[in-house]
């Protein structure tokens, strides 16, 4: 063996001990957010984490590992992520709209926001079943898991219908997998669970369409539980989270053979008026004070009138670009400049989102006003919210619900706001959306169980 041959076989022994030695988990802070790193040298892959943003396993593309270095341009956030990786640390920098700042992050041998003690682990004592079912002309395929107790008779069962955005059937938000524990416990409880990942999603093929759209597929998932004899077709009934609480009524009043409905953060207001409340809560949590919360308030009124305003086949986004530029004229200098409205990365923030606001789905959840349907809803309802939700408030929401069952003539409701839960049913500390994922909790106990011994009185 020549000494050329030996120096080259060292160095490649060296790259490939570094490379084994150096892949694992970084943890720190970035400015005041949790940041996790996941790399890989050896097989060129690296996943961020950033719970308060809902970041969470996202997959940075093309990341170069270079002897003991990471550069990866992370195009999604405008950022290039540079750093010196070693046994115990990454020492390096984010690069993001031409500002860098530190990253200093620790290795370590589990993030620690990803606790999530509450989730299911076999073995199970019931059955899991991944199923495929069609829609009526065959035009979606839909992918799910069905959980049932073993029992020689047909179950109680209930469909869960996830919210807004699109949604893997365990509904995993921010690390948690609510629709999961939610499916765990009832099975253990004796009842048949169906959860299904949304349109576009896992196994689920299709196009994101509106909450009228995935009220029949709600109907494409009761036709095909009526095809399985585990399933009593005289119970069957809906367990919808916030969009999923104004899906399932649609389809509660579409279907007679729905038995039952509970509603999880359901929205019982106008998707206008929610969508208004809902930013001004979120604004307001942060501490930001009345005057600035009136200016963005007046910003999203203006923006939202055109939607009002227009059918949802015409496009948008031109009249959406005048009503903004209409707004920016009317407000003082100084107050443009405080919230950043002056500069073009400002400006941005608002535009880019235009495409949003312009989409079928969103125009059709702000135009929605559930009272017409709520008040043809008679079977049993349990509706409960977080009393700390920011999201879809409990005390306006809650009381939307009452005034159409009692519209109804419902006589058999329950209307529940669950004091220190936030919108994903977590008992929360500061209650902001950014602390989902930083909780341990995915779903209230407290809230299974009302769940649970409610279902079985049903």
């Not at 990866?72 to 700042?101: C, E």
């Not at 106008?270 to 005057?291: F, P």
């Not at 079977?379 to 519209?407: C, M, T």
Request: proline share 4%.
């Amino acid at each position: 063996m020549n000494a050329k041959f030996k120096y080259c076989l060292f160095l490649i022994t060296f790259l490939v001990s570094w490379s084994a030695s150096s892949q694992g988990l970084y943890e720190g802070t970035l400015t005041t957010l949790k940041v996790g790193l996941e790399l890989n040298p050896a097989t060129g892959k690296a996943l961020l984490y950033i719970p308060e943003q809902g970041v969470f396993a996202h997959d940075i593309q093309n990341p170069i590992f270079r002897n003991d270095s990471l550069i990866a341009d992370l195009k999604a956030f405008n950022t290039v992520l540079t750093g010196k990786i070693s046994d115990s640390n990454f020492d390096g920098s984010w690069k993001q709209n031409g500002y860098g700042m530190p990253l200093k992050l620790q290795k370590v041998s589990n993030l620690s926001f990803l606790r999530r003690p509450q989730h299911p682990a076999p073995p199970y004592p019931y059955a899991v079943e991944d199923v495929k079912f069609t829609n009526v002309d065959k035009s979606i395929t839909f992918g799910g898991t069905f959980t049932y107790p073993p029992s020689n008779h047909p179950s109680t069962t209930v469909i869960l219908i996830s919210g807004s955005g699109q949604q893997d059937r365990d509904e995993t938000l921010f690390g948690h997998k609510p629709f999961w524990v939610i499916a765990d416990h009832l099975s253990r409880n004796g009842f048949a669970v169906l959860r299904v990942d949304d349109r576009g999603v896992g196994q689920t093929t299709g196009r994101v369409g509106t909450s009228a759209d995935y009220a029949q597929d709600v109907l494409a998932a009761m036709a095909y539980l009526n095809t399985r004899k585990e399933v009593n077709p005289r119970k069957i009934g809906l367990i919808g989270h916030s969009e999923g609480g104004i899906i399932a009524p649609m389809a509660a009043v579409a279907s007679k053979q729905v038995a039952f409905m509970v509603s999880l953060a359901g929205v019982g207001v106008k998707g206008y008026d929610l969508l208004l409340q809902q930013n001004d809560d979120m604004l307001k949590k942060t501490g930001v004070g009345e005057a600035f919360r009136e200016h963005y308030r007046s910003l999203n009124s203006a923006l939202y009138d055109v939607i009002l305003r227009n059918s949802l086949e015409n496009d948008l986004k031109d009249s959406l670009q005048i009503a903004f530029d209409n707004w920016l004229q009317k407000q003082p200098d100084a107050v443009l400049g405080q919230i950043g409205f002056k500069s073009e990365i400002g400006k941005k923030s608002v535009t880019r989102q235009f495409d949003t606001l312009n989409s079928k789905w969103y125009r059709y959840f702000l135009k929605y006003d559930p009272q017409p349907v709520l008040t043809q809803l008679k079977i049993p309802v349990l509706a409960l919210n977080g009393g700390s939700d920011l999201q879809v408030s409990a005390k306006e929401n809650l009381a939307g619900f009452e005034k159409g069952l009692e519209a109804a003539g419902n006589k058999n409701f329950k209307i529940v706001a669950l004091a220190g839960l936030n919108h994903l049913f977590q008992k929360c500390q500061k209650c902001t959306v950014a602390e989902y994922g930083l909780l341990e909790e995915t779903f209230s106990t407290e809230a299974l169980d009302l769940i649970t011994d409610w279902l079985k009185k049903q």
